[in-house]
């Protein structure tokens, strides 16, 4: 079987030789942290799956032409610009307009400080033109040859297309707190941002269908959930944004995507029966956190409607071989029985040594991959722990 | 419109984030002569009231949100009464996220709480080192510390930060949160107290402080 066939059966809850064995990628700062324990250099984000025997990393380390390359967010972006600079803290202007704070030393999500996005005018002015469909700068310049692959109905890889945002990226435009307070003080204004957003997604995924292209999943990101919840009350949810998911979703399956997968961290027990509602079938990367999110659970819950990928906890990669090989051998029912694709809940964090994140590759490949490949793997475990060892 | 009904009409205002409607009550409620005590009691129902429903999952962020700014703008119309009146924040509160992180909306959301309960909080904002927050504890007679992480890359750091906290001998009660903490990592780094949410912080203070 190829990469899309697998993809498909998996998801078809059909039979297949083995699972797709993906990852989510890792933090800037893991690869080089797993230098000393024995990575090699050369190792970057976009090779890394063919050192540790996977089929793709998601997020940029997946092989060619897995993802459309249409650019679903603001187009132009805003001019990057760092205002201000203290060393180890800088002040940035993002390409989406958002004032944030970063550390140098710690590549984690940075600290909202201000935003272009403040009120009906500055959407207006600075938003609107930026989230027009039709933008030619939207689409790959080489787009003739690539709705020829897209089309071939013997491709060997899936084909991933930007389903966009229709709260997410709002929120990341506005900041938490004025996007909660427009829900209350103008909510035409937060209706019309999020039928803006709706608007982008049909628009995108309408051209992209009109080619004839043969895509299998719609890709969504909202990183609308925290540790106890939804950001946003599952009431607005259902009000606002289920009718237009549930427009995109149908475009989508009009045109033969049944796999329609939003890209939400933290505790989204609350929202996966509205997503279903509106069509979004496919939840990713079900962070685990201290809620204690399980694939398994959301199965006996939910049945084969839903379709997860995701669900291996980072801190059980963390924890060791023992707690891994634990967590794969409980997941394997779940893996065998399709319509889930497991992996790391999150990019793997500096914290899980080099040895820890071997071993679940390995494991991965000999319980949910049916024993494919393990030799290159268990050669690349030894040489990385006499490296380790020698230090 | 009796007292009470207009003190239970400000409660149910401030837990529904309607502010003008809370600002009109807390007016009418200072014009009407009541007591000051019991105004600031029925603003920390409301927040209170909103806690309990965050907790359970009946209220979310932006509900929150919105009754705090509620309680913060009927607050200001009270305080020159509850300073005419002797009555004095209920404790001091020093809050901050820890060293290395640079998250905030969870510690902003534990500040307004705090607030809605009549404590005078001291926000360090980010990023803020052992050092900082010892400096500020004993500077503002701190009667409770909150940490807060998002990243499990920065618990190490909320460790450090009890154990130095501790070093210096401060009187203050520590309460930690955040999404990477749990109960047991609290228990195990020493702090006094672990709060789930925004709202269970209020809760885990006054246990931690009955007296309050």
């Avoid at chain 1, 779940?334 to 999150?346: Q, R, T």
């Avoid at chain 2, 300073?83 to 998250?103: C, M």
């Avoid at chain 2, 807060?148 to 450090?160: D, F, G, I, N």
Wanted: net charge negative.
């Amino acid at each position: 079987m190829n990469h899309r066939q697998r993809f498909l059966a998996t998801m078809r809850y059909q039979p297949r030789d083995r699972a797709p064995l993906y990852d989510f990628s890792f933090w800037d700062e893991t690869l080089p942290a797993w230098q000393p324990q024995g990575l090699p250099a050369h190792i970057n984000r976009a090779n890394a799956r063919t050192w540790f025997g996977l089929d793709a990393s998601l997020g940029g380390g997946e092989p060619p032409g897995w993802y459309t390359g249409i650019d679903a967010g603001l187009c132009p972006g805003f001019e990057q610009a760092i205002l201000e600079d203290d060393g180890d803290v800088y002040t940035e202007r993002q390409g989406d307009g958002v004032i944030v704070r970063r550390q140098r030393s710690s590549v984690s999500i940075p600290m909202h400080l201000g935003h272009t996005l403040v009120d009906r005018a500055s959407w207006r002015e600075h938003y609107l033109p930026r989230l027009d469909p039709d933008n030619p700068a939207r689409y790959p310049a080489d787009w003739d040859q690539r709705v020829r692959s897209w089309a071939d109905p013997d491709r060997d890889h899936p084909l991933f297309a930007p389903g966009s945002s229709l709260f997410g990226r709002l929120r990341d435009w506005m900041g938490l707190e004025n996007i909660a307070m427009a829900v209350y003080d103008d909510p035409a204004w937060f209706e019309q941002m999020v039928e803006t957003m709706a608007e982008l997604a049909l628009g995108v995924l309408g051209r992209l269908f009109e080619t004839g292209a043969r895509v299998d999943a719609v890709t969504m990101w909202e990183d609308m959930c925290y540790s106890g919840g939804p950001l946003l009350s599952p009431a607005h949810f259902r009000k606002y944004l289920v009718p237009r998911y549930r427009r995109i979703t149908d475009l989508c399956r009009k045109h033969g995507c049944e796999v329609v997968w939003v890209d939400c961290d933290g505790k989204i027990d609350a929202l996966i029966p509205l997503w279903l509602e509106g069509g979004v079938n496919c939840m990713f990367p079900i962070e685990v956190g201290i809620w204690g999110a399980d694939p398994l659970r959301y199965r006996a819950e939910y049945g084969r409607e839903l379709l997860m990928m995701g669900g291996f906890s980072k801190r059980t990669l963390a924890a060791g071989p023992e707690a891994i090989d634990a967590e794969v051998a409980r997941l394997a029912p779940l893996v065998e029985e399709g319509g889930f694709i497991p992996m790391p809940d999150h990019r793997v964090p500096p914290d899980v040594p080099l040895a820890h994140y071997i071993h679940y590759a390995h494991a991965a490949r000999a319980v949910w991959g049916r024993g494919v490949n393990l030799e290159p793997m268990a050669a690349r475990q030894h040489a990385a722990a006499d490296a380790a060892a020698d230090r | 419109m009796r007292g009470t009904d207009t003190l239970d009409a400000l409660t149910a205002a401030i837990e529904h984030g309607r502010r003008d409607e809370a600002v009109a009550l807390m007016r009418a409620a200072v014009a009407a002569g009541e007591p000051p005590r019991k105004m600031l009691d029925a603003l920390a129902a409301g927040m209170a009231d909103v806690g309990r429903r965050f907790s359970n999952e009946q209220a979310f962020i932006p509900e929150v949100l919105t009754a705090a700014r509620a309680m913060k703008r009927s607050m200001a119309v009270l305080e020159p009464v509850l300073v005419d009146a002797g009555i004095r924040p209920e404790f001091t509160a020093v809050i901050g996220t820890v060293q290395g992180d640079l998250h905030d909306i969870g510690k902003n959301l534990v500040a307004m709480m705090w607030k809605g309960s009549n404590y005078a909080v001291v926000d360090l904002g980010t990023n803020v080192s052992p050092e900082t927050f010892i400096e500020a504890a004993g500077d503002y007679g701190a009667d409770v510390i909150g940490l807060s992480s998002l990243m499990t890359t920065t618990l190490p750091a909320m460790q450090r930060t009890v154990r130095a906290l501790r070093c210096a001998g401060l009187k203050a009660r520590i309460i930690v949160g955040g999404a990477p903490v749990t109960s047991s990592f609290a228990r195990r780094i020493g702090a006094d107290g672990y709060a789930k949410d925004a709202a269970a912080v209020v809760r885990e203070t006054r246990r931690l402080m009955p007296a309050g």
